[in-house]
């Protein structure tokens, strides 16, 4: 833990902020410039792979994706970057990670965030006929609205 | 042989193979799968979005409800999520509590799953035999927690239920018994011609594959990765009960068959050792009804593999953000690129392969589809 704190700290220039809520858990809040290129030497240099998930967040102005990374299977590292709601745009993973490919999809579908780069950013989750630029896990969406949306309301 | 040129097959969301919907639209060359593309989201019931509308107590019971199977893993991880948020600790009789429970249920699920195994094998006389020892594991949980599936006996800062020596007894010895047959259920299937003719070299995932794909629980494990949450990220008291991480290096059907089988003799282990030192005292202490703006990551080793829960309070009795990635999902790519190459009549075995909960992988947004 201690060592790979360390290790997380050589990345300061990049690096927002780290916290470490209990054992085997790394929050780390990055910037989105260079985002793609921290992350792959990062991914590289810590031999992160497997991705547990990815989050999407609704800040309101914001959109925060966390990237939920297992170090050896075992220490928890989420590391968090934020994309404006009015752009929500942010490179893809698949390449470093392929099995990132279902998580990046979910996301997109439900808080609309573009993944450049995607091999298939077509609907994953959400039914035919669901319009274009509804998603649900934003937080203008009421459930009232969304049940009014599926039942055909448009 | 190559037929030149290939036809799209439609597979679901309604089909025989499948016990819950779920769609894959398959391209194949003659007999041979060559690209699979999933849609999933058929049985989505808005869990994510539900979570922010309701209190972190009453969220206990939704995510209760997020799977039919692995109930009690949801809840495991749900608690322990919240239980990071507040920050509570719970008391060492409550964290045996729950962990006998998840050993149990992991019995079961796993005992259900060898079943299907041999069902989708076309050996029902074995399905037969585990769906009655499953029974059984399911009598003792109900006996526990007064239910058979969703067992509701966690709760925030401990569990609603105690074990009585009565009961503890009568669970120990059922273990001995149960552990007998699956040790002769695994000679059944070590030999038997028909299930090693369906399993044996069918469903290939290279360790390389199982790790770039990010597979999770026995999937990865019977690829050879030794890899299981209990042991590389010990919750409850997975740290202090000495266990066996299980893998194989067949990484085809009949591996992930052993691994659970041999799982299941472990589980029997730890439910044993765990009855035998479970500590004495007070089984909750009280959980404040909000909780101040912070964050916390769960991981709990499901029945299917690594389960994971996200969670952000924002000062109120309810959560900002709730997510959850069941194993499901996680074993989703790796499956796709496991049924590349196979035979057509293959692909259920295939399917089963990874223990698959659709209803666990849907969970996400509301599809009211009442017309």
């Avoid at chain 2, 409800?65 to 991880?77: K, L, Q, Y």
């Avoid at chain 2, 018994?177 to 090693?196: A, D, S």
């Amino acid at each position: 833990m201690e060592d790979l704190i360390k290790r997380l700290e050589g990345y300061k220039e990049d690096i927002v902020e780290i916290k470490r809520p209990k054992e085997r858990r790394i929050f780390v809040r990055v910037k989105a410039d260079g985002f793609k290129k921290f992350l792959s030497r990062l991914i590289d240099d810590l031999e992160l792979r497997h991705l547990s998930t990815i989050t999407g967040v609704d800040l309101g102005q914001e959109m925060e994706l966390l990237y939920h990374f297992s170090y050896k299977y075992s220490v928890e590292i989420s590391i968090g970057v934020k994309v404006p709601k009015s752009a929500p745009k942010v490179p893809t993973i698949t390449d470093l990670i392929p099995g990132a490919i279902f998580y990046e999809q979910e996301i997109h579908d439900l808080l609309g965030i573009e993944f450049e780069g995607h091999p298939n950013m077509g609907p994953l989750i959400l039914p035919e006929g669901w319009p274009e630029g509804v998603y649900p896990l934003r937080k203008e969406y009421t459930v009232q609205e969304l049940n009014r949306i599926a039942r055909g309301g448009g | 042989m190559s037929y030149g040129s290939t036809i799209k097959v439609p597979f679901g969301p309604q089909h025989p193979a499948l016990k819950e919907p779920e769609y894959f639209l398959f391209e194949v060359d003659g007999d041979i799968v060559v690209k699979v593309t999933p849609r999933i989201g058929y049985v989505h019931r808005g869990v994510e979005k539900a979570f922010e509308q309701e209190t972190y107590l009453h969220n206990l019971y939704l995510a209760e409800r997020i799977c039919g199977i692995c109930s009690h893993a949801h809840t495991t991880c749900y608690t322990q999520t919240v239980e990071g948020l507040i920050p509570l600790e719970v008391p060492p009789r409550a964290v045996y509590i729950r962990l006998i429970m998840a050993e149990l249920e992991r019995l079961h699920s796993h005992s259900l799953w060898v079943g299907i195994a041999a069902h989708e094998a076309g050996f029902d006389t074995l399905f037969m035999y585990l769906w009655r020892d499953r029974e059984m594991i399911m009598d003792l949980m109900e006996e526990i927690s007064g239910n058979r599936v969703t067992h509701a006996i966690n709760t925030i800062g401990g569990v609603r239920r105690d074990i009585t020596n009565e009961q503890a007894n009568k669970i120990k010895k059922f273990m001995d018994r149960f552990e007998g047959n699956v040790k002769e259920y695994m000679k059944v299937l070590e030999t038997e011609q028909t299930f090693l003719k369906r399993t044996k070299g069918v469903g290939i995932l290279k360790p390389r594959d199982a790790i770039s794909l990010c597979a999770v629980g026995p999937t990865l494990r019977a690829s050879g990765i030794k890899s299981d949450v209990r042991a590389d990220d010990p919750y409850l008291a997975y740290g202090e009960i000495p266990f066996n991480v299980i893998t194989h290096d067949g990484c085809d059907v009949y591996a992930r068959t052993i691994v659970r089988c041999e799982e299941m003799i472990e589980s029997a282990n730890i439910i044993r050792y765990a009855l035998d030192h479970l500590p004495e005292g007070k089984i909750r202490v009280p959980p404040p009804r909000t909780i101040a703006p912070n964050e916390s990551v769960g991981r709990v080793e499901a029945p299917r593999g690594e389960l994971i829960h996200y969670a952000r309070s924002n000062g109120t009795a309810k959560p900002e953000r709730y997510k959850v990635r069941a194993p499901t999902l996680g074993n989703l790519a790796s499956v796709c690129q496991t049924l590349i190459g196979a035979h057509v009549a293959d692909i259920p075995m295939i399917l089963a392969g990874i223990d698959p909960c659709f209803s666990c992988m849907d969970r996400m947004t509301i599809t009211v589809k009442k017309a």
